[in-house]
């Protein structure tokens, strides 16, 4: 199975020209690498990584850039893949035993929220397609408030 982890683009640079250049994306978080851990990563400039823009959340297969390093303009774009994006007013993060998954929502605003037991019945779902047990993380930008729960059978 393929290790992801989620990250928020804080920016988005554009070098070189659209057919022999290359985009560096600065990440909330840092990225595992051969020979370092960086809070930046480069790739090609093509599809699907020419159309991701700053606030955009991608997941990014760890797996991958632990074989790469750090300084190198990564050619596989199959490795990075768009979630969400910042039209999000939630961002669900869950994490199991060997991926992460983003569920974009802006029906849940707090856990007290009527919506409260729809997002339950999702979190039991994925469990059970899964076999897994989940971490979800919710992180609320209008209240400013985050949820950790843990999903299990």
Same mark, same amino acid.
């Given at each position: 199975?393929?290790?992801?982890? %989620?990250?928020?683009?804080n +920016?988005?640079?554009?070098? @070189?020209?659209a !057919?022999?250049?290359?985009?560096?994306?600065?990440?909330?978080? $840092?990225?595992?690498f051969?020979?370092?851990?960086? @809070?930046?990563?480069s790739?090609? /400039?093509?599809? &699907?990584?020419?159309?991701?823009?700053?606030? /955009?959340y991608?997941? %990014? +297969? #760890?797996d991958y850039?632990?074989?790469e390093?750090?300084?190198q %303009?990564?050619?596989?774009v +199959?490795?990075?893949r $768009?979630?969400? !994006?910042? !039209?999000?007013?939630?961002?669900?993060?869950?994490?199991?035993?060997?991926?992460? %998954?983003?569920i974009?929502?802006?029906?849940?605003?707090?856990m007290n929220? &009527? /919506?409260?037991?729809? #997002?339950?019945?999702r979190?039991?779902?994925?469990?059970d397609?899964? @076999?897994?047990?989940?971490e979800?993380?919710?992180? +609320? &930008?209008s209240s $400013?408030?985050?949820?950790?729960?843990?999903?299990?059978?």
């Amino acid at each position: 199975m393929v290790n992801y982890k %989620i990250f928020r683009i804080n +920016d988005r640079k554009i070098y @070189g020209s659209a !057919s022999n250049g290359h985009i560096t994306f600065e990440l909330d978080n $840092k990225v595992d690498f051969k020979d370092w851990t960086y @809070g930046e990563i480069s790739f090609v /400039n093509r599809h &699907p990584c020419n159309s991701f823009q700053v606030g /955009n959340y991608v997941e %990014i +297969d #760890l797996d991958y850039t632990r074989t790469e390093l750090s300084n190198q %303009i990564l050619g596989n774009v +199959d490795a990075i893949r $768009k979630v969400s !994006s910042s !039209s999000s007013t939630n961002i669900i993060t869950t994490r199991g035993s060997s991926s992460d %998954i983003v569920i974009s929502s802006g029906a849940v605003s707090a856990m007290n929220s &009527p /919506n409260a037991m729809s #997002l339950a019945r999702r979190m039991s779902e994925m469990v059970d397609a899964t @076999g897994k047990e989940y971490e979800f993380k919710i992180e +609320d &930008p209008s209240s $400013k408030l985050n949820y950790s729960l843990i999903c299990r059978k």
